[in-house]
């Protein structure tokens, strides 16, 4: 039989027992209010950073933008990806890639986050190889917020640091610039610092351009054209064992520099561990003494001024004495010599008798025209300024050696630029290193007449025909130009024997396309040249060659099938007979203008009624225009 129990249970009693079922209702009613609360926002959470990510607002990401108009339009919003623009690549004329950005990471830490520094740097070394442990044991210890351990490292490496879970370590994005092809166009493109800002020629000239916008930017750069440059300007710079070398390619009626070699070069990925003379550019920072080639220059100005013609004739028997200074000619032919004669046979007497009848008011004019008193206007920071005589030394000695290439230094595309101007038809053109757009408009100014353009062309083609520069003819390509052959000034004046030989040619002279530039820096004579190291022997034939190998690459084949008729119109005597039709001197567009500038111009009455008969409107005008220029 069950056992019954009485228990008797006191109103006190429920009470409590009441009070804690209230109370277990309500803490379940708060922990399901919790479950709800804390469910809500998971979901949002979920929804806000894996479901429906927001891009950050513009106003988080503004100041870590850069502040350009062409990353995005007003009406869009900044992505993530736009908070590192890679820097822009950079490519020829034809795409082919010159400079390129890959994308890399900076290795940094925090120290004061760090637990324990000396085995973390441990770690790293172990995926890091190359990393200097000791330093970055001393960085890790440092107490500071912020210190780079490595500045460049790879996806894969950062993966695997990332793996080792080291408090403190962070990467931010980061980049390398390489340059697939090396030693192409070194000099031209530059480079970079640690932090992938230009420093040196394209690099830093357009540094915000390629930090900013991502298109690609065009040289006018052919690196084929490059390629053929450089390896002809090597082997002669060896045969002739050469301290330096220097070549150019322009097209005359653009501007556009297709080629431009200095040698020594170097690999353009080692820039910062180069020597500055291999990084020296001698296309443009280098001011070299131009020789004969300057004595195009002579002509031309005499022809467009009408101080000489064609058939003028000019002493070259007699050497001229100035001061303890002599002027003679190399191989010289000793008796009178018409102007033909003169650049063919390179007369320095010749040339200093036709300076002389320009005159120096109107020799400064004409060089400050062509932009000689100036660096050369192209798109690189290392345009070095010409070195020249000032007014008041610009006397008659001065004129006389200038006009045979000696008293002045000029960097060599200044002589490309002037030799084209003579060779296109009269134009001055800004060079340039940017590929240029059918339609751009290219910035030019007239300096002479066609006519004289056209003479000068016959006697460019005179002097490979029948003059010194014969061993750079190529046949069906009627090339046309100059040798020149400067002695290069030492601490106590000219140094003897020791040369900068270059040869200035256009091609073809029939339709000028494109000059060539080609020199050698201090080349030395040996048993194929006789001995000599005169631009003729040493320079003329590497430029011969280089126009043999790159006019194919720019759609010019040589043309023998109307090579008799095409020489026939470039014809020019070397004696030719007075009156013989050529037109020169003409009315120069360079004077006229000079000459309505004064006309425009208030003129100062002169001190000396004899001042007046001496100083004619158009030497006023050149002085005036020459003077500013020097300033």
Known sequence: ??????????????ARRAALERSGQRLLLVAGGFALLFGAVAAKLTAATILFPLAPSKAETAPLIPADPGLATPDSSPTIADLHQPRATITDRNGQILAISLPMAALYANPREMIDPVDAARRIKAVLPRLDEALAIARLQSGKQFVYLEREITPSEELAINALGIPGIYFEPSEKRRYPLGRVAAQTLGGVDVDSHGVAGVEREFDKRLATDPRPLRLSIDVRVQAVMRDELEKSKEEFKAIGACG???DVNTGEVLA????????ANQFGETPPDDRFNRAITGMYEPGSTFKLQTAAMALDFGTAHIWD????AHNIRIGRFTITDYKGKHRMLYLPEVLAYSSNLGAAHIALGVGEQKQRLWLGAMGMFKPIPIELPEAGRPLYPPVSNWKEAATMTIGFGHGIAISPLHVVRATAAVANGGYVIQPTILARDPGDPIPERRIMTPATSDVIRKLMRLVVTDGYGKKADVEGYFVGGKTG???KVGAH???KHANVSAFMSVFPMNAP???VYFMLDDPQGNKETGGYSTAGQVSAPGAGRVIARIAPMLGLFPDTEHEAQIQAQLDIPLEPARGSGEPTGTGSPLLAAAMAETA??????PRHPLQALRHEAALIVSTRQADAATR
């Open 260 to 267: 431009m070699v200095s040698l020594p070069d170097y690999d």
């Open 493 to 495: 004046g000219y140094r």
């Open 313 to 316: 004739e000019f002493d070259a």
């Open 513 to 515: 396309r494109y000059a």
């Open 1 to 14: 039989m069950p056992r019954m129990e009485t228990v008797q249970v006191t109103a006190p009693d429920l």
């Open 485 to 487: 052959t400067a002695e």
């Open 248 to 250: 150019i390619v322009m």
């Open 600 to 605: 425009a111009a208030p003129a100062a009455p």
